[in-house]
């Protein structure tokens, strides 16, 4: 008899910019799907010349180029998770969201707005589009303090701030939302909700400076964790355990901050 075919994985599209060090974006994006057991697949959105040192520049993409991949990888392959990153401008966020709007599947939208060494990646008059058009097409939004203190206008500095905060990005029409308070000193934790069930994740802070990459990372894993069937507290779990193995992994590269370790667990 002949041999089964092997099944396919999960297939996760991610929707974002391009990191040329590697560390962040869809680069970041394909390296965690790939780890964790999904089929990773792409929509680019800008380019940016990037480094360990910081962002250099950034071109994005025509809408025409962002909607013609998404038709192509969705209307032949299919997906079963969704994950969006950097989409630099009103016409682009509007863009996504419009292809987004009957997918049928799990969106991850990670709110990009400044890169981890304090790189402007969204357009300030985007900000609008995020919370009208894209957001209420999430199954988890999950933004850190400083997009949450964007999109909301509260500036966490403790938990009860990220409850707060929370419960406005949730009135943005998200199902979820998972703010991210690894800003905060301490703990690294992180607040998910869907304004009934609360959820606190704790995890001990690595003093390890090489963290590019983390938000990218971190949505890359729930996406996975959504095309497998988890339900979403299981799917945020699972992201924050594999990136804080990531973290505490990271590594030296170039003369800046270096990037978190996607294959931390088959070196481990």
């Not at 089964?4 to 040329?20: E, F, H, M, Q, Y």
């Not at 962040?24 to 790939?34: F, N, P």
């Not at 950097?86 to 969201?97: F, G, H, K, N, W």
């Not at 991850?108 to 969204?122: A, F, Y």
Request: hydrophobic share 45%; charged share 20%; proline share 6%.
């Amino acid at each position: 008899m002949p041999a089964n075919k092997p099944t396919a994985p999960p297939r996760v599209l991610t929707i974002a910019g391009s990191d040329s060090g590697g560390g962040a974006g869809i680069q970041a994006d394909l390296k965690t799907m790939l780890a964790l057991g999904a089929h990773g697949m792409s929509v680019l959105t800008a380019v940016t010349a990037q480094n360990s040192l910081g962002v250099q520049g950034a071109w994005e993409l025509p809408a025409e180029a962002v909607r013609a991949q998404y038709r192509s990888v969705v209307d032949d392959i299919g997906v079963q998770a969704v994950k969006t990153g950097m989409l630099a401008s009103p016409l682009l966020v509007e863009t996504v969201a419009e292809l987004l709007s009957d997918v049928g599947a799990p969106v991850v939208v990670d709110p990009v707005s400044v890169s981890k060494h304090g790189d402007r990646l969204l357009a300030d008059d985007a900000l609008d589009a995020v919370r009208t058009a894209l957001l209420p097409l999430a199954t988890v939004a999950t933004p850190n303090l400083d997009e949450t203190a964007e999109l909301t206008g509260i500036k966490a500095t403790g938990e009860r701030d990220m409850c707060r905060a929370a419960e406005q990005l949730l009135s943005y029409g998200p199902r979820w939302v998972l703010v991210k308070g690894g800003h905060l000193p301490g703990e690294a934790v992180d607040l998910l909700t869907d304004g009934t069930e609360q959820h606190w994740f704790r995890a001990p802070r690595h003093d390890n400076r090489h963290t590019h990459g983390t938000g990218c990372t971190l949505a890359s894993a729930i996406a996975v964790g959504l095309a497998q069937g988890r339900a979403v507290p299981e799917a945020v779990r699972l992201a924050k355990e594999y990136v804080t193995g990531a973290i505490a992994a990271g590594f030296a590269l170039g003369a800046g901050l270096g990037p978190v370790d996607h294959g931390w667990r088959t070196r481990a």
